[in-house]
Every structure is written in C-alpha cells, then in structure tokens.
C-alpha cells in the first residue's frame, strides 16, 4: 500500500509536469536566440532521472549541473557557479546563506530544495531577497515512516549485533538470554512533534499490538492526534512513559538538541529512541553518556551532527546504537517524486505562478 501511494505521487508529479516551451516555425537560428534568454538555472547535485527528464523536457530554462551524486558540489565552485542565476535547485548538503546568495546576485528569483527540511537555508536571508522558495514535503512521508519502523525493530531486537554474532563465529549454543531484545506488544510509543510522518510511523507500528501512543508537540493537534488515537502529553511525560521515543520534530532554535541528559534521565532503561529527524535536535555526547552508561537501551539514529559522522565517533563504539547514513527517503519511487516535485516547484516559481509546495516566508 506505501509502494502504491508513492507511485501514485509520483504519477500526480509526472502530471503536473510544466508544459513544455514550444518553438514554431523560423531557422535554428531564431530558436537558439530564443533559448540564449531563456532563465538560467543551476542544479547543485545529479538528481533522480525523473527530476532531470522534467528539467530537460520543458524547454523553459537554460541549465547547468553538477553532474555527480557521489561527491558534493565543492563551495568555491559552487559559489563560481551560481552566479548570475535566475533559478537555483539544491540539496540539503548545500548551505544556502548570506555568501551564496550575494554570488548568486539579483537575478535570484527561486530557490527549490529537492528535501522536506530546510534547516541548511538562510530563510530570513531568503525573505529579506524576495526569493521564493520550494520544497518536498509529503512525497517522502511513506518512505521515512517505513525506514522508522525498520530502524526500530533493528534497534530493538538488537539485529545488526546478531547479524555480526552470526558472521563472527559467536552463534555457539542456544542460550536463554543471549541477544533478547524489547517487544512493542502492550508497549507505549511516544512521538516527539506530530505531523504527517508522525502519524504515519503510528498506522505502521499499530498492528504490533503497541498498548498506547503518546506524543507532545508545541500545541496539541486533536485532528492528526484523533486519527491513531493518541493522548497529548508534556515532553516531561512523555520520557517517563515512553517505551519507544520516536523523534520526527524539524529543527528550530526551540528544538536545538531537545533530547539532551535531561529528557535522558527521565527515560527508563528499558526504553529506547529513534532519531529520523534531524541530527541536531539529539545531543549526541548526552546519547552516548546514555547508552554507555545503561540509563537507556538503546538508540537507532538515520541522522547526525556532522553528516557523515565520522567513523571514530564514540558512538559507532556502542552496541546498542544503530547509525544508519540519512536514507530514510531512500527508496526509488520517493527520490524520483522529490526530484519531480523540486523541479516543478522550480518552473512553477520562475513563471511566477504558485508553486505546488512553497515555503512561506
């Protein structure tokens, strides 16, 4: 059914597709100084085929890209290639601040971020442009909750430790203890700010028998909160009561490493958090204090502070941490309607019509 709804998104997306520029009639000659004014875009990162077959088939821009998806866009190099632009298409490993947009200069109508968060743009530097900017929320929501609900089990029934026990020689006899994990029958999950994702991850884990859902958020949200019948606690209770602590808050100034020694000490030891949000809202030195120490179970992370945590952080030290590379968005089918949805989003602005998903500023 997520396969379904994602291809089904991604069906919209190719729907929508802007039309098409059309040249009729007149030399070559005409039509490549009609396309000599066309605006020019510049494309930071090799996105998904879908994106780029819209980018190309429309007709209405003049692009440039950085034409690897293995390795980011030096800054030098990107601060050379957005110069003059008309419209800017980026990435979350891009930093979109006050540098980059005065070597973009005023030609900078629109910038579209192929990403659901926005904490690597300047969004009051945007607004004080008037700059426009796109995004890709909802497209990815499926495939973060799905990836959420794996990142849980694998933390919780320990299987990258057994993976390595079963590789390494260490499945010796059976055991009665040996790798015994944590059910999430008759348990209680709690959701650290509740939106679509939020509520998505809850319809997943409702099948495992889950006792009770909790969740805090700026405010109460009786509507999404009504849909898995979950109860609106302070964040103070919700780490008292939670078995499992999904983390699916953005990152803002309030939210800055909310899951700090505090929230920590007020968990129980069985419990254990999933972080698929942004790395910053988790203190990682807290964390690793945390699990090495036994005041929680475990953590499974899909993000951190930096993105790639390097290899010799301490908490790559830690059975009992999970760190995946940022790929909750990672399935096919979702990439591709990201792309899509970036790419229209880009049109869309640079024709000055509305967006189909814009950031308001």
């Known amino acids: 059914m997520a396969m379904l709804r994602s291809l089904m998104a991604l069906r ?33 990162r090799q996105i998904p085929p879908e994106g780029l077959r819209i980018l190309r088939d429309s007709g209405q821009v003049q692009f440039e890209l950085w034409d690897s998806d293995d390795v980011p866009v030096p800054r030098n190099e990107l601060l050379q290639n957005v110069k003059g632009v008309d419209g800017l298409l980026c990435v ?52 973060v909750a799905e990836l959420t609900v794996a990142l849980l089990l694998a933390t919780s029934r320990r299987l990258i430790e057994a993976t390595h026990e079963a590789k390494t020689g260490g499945w010796g006899t059976w055991r009665t203890l040996w790798l015994c994990g944590y059910e999430l029958a008759n348990s209680t999950v709690g959701i650290l700010g509740l939106g679509r994702i939020g509520v998505a991850i809850a319809e997943r884990l409702a099948p495992f028998k889950v006792k009770k859902f909790i969740y805090t958020d700026v405010a109460p949200r009786p509507e999404l909160a009504k849909a898995i019948n979950a109860e609106y606690v302070s964040l103070d209770e919700l780490a008292k009561q939670s078995d499992f602590l999904s983390v699916c808050c953005a990152l803002t100034p309030e939210t800055k490493e909310i899951c700090n020694k505090d929230l920590f000490a007020k ?15 988790v203190n990682q030195e807290d964390l690793y204090e945390a699990l090495s120490t036994g005041q929680i179970a475990g953590a499974g992370l899909d993000v951190t ?26 399935s096919y089918s979702t990439r591709n309607a990201m792309s899509a949805l970036a790419v229209n989003n880009l049109l869309l602005g640079l024709r000055g019509q509305p967006m189909i998903k814009e950031l308001k500023l």
Do not use: W
């Open 305 to 330: 502070v930096p993105e790639p945590l390097p290899t010799s952080h301490p908490l790559f030290t830690l059975k009992n941490c999970v760190i995946l590379p940022h790929i909750a968005s990672a």
């Open 267 to 281: 968990m129980k030891n069985t419990s254990i958090i999933i972080n698929t949000s942004r790395g910053g809202v």
């Open 92 to 143: 979350l490993t891009e930093k979109i601040d006050a540098e980059l947009l005065d070597a973009a200069g005023p030609n900078l109508k629109v910038l579209s971020t192929m990403s659901v968060g926005f904490d690597h743009l300047s969004l009051e530097e945007l607004k004080k442009r008037g700059i426009r900017v796109g995004y890709t929320p909802e497209v990815l929501t499926d495939a």
């Open 12 to 44: 919209r997306l190719q729907r929508l597709a802007v039309a098409p520029l059309s040249f009729t009639g007149g030399a070559t000659t005409q039509v490549l100084r009609e396309m000599s004014t066309l605006p020019r875009v510049y494309v930071t």
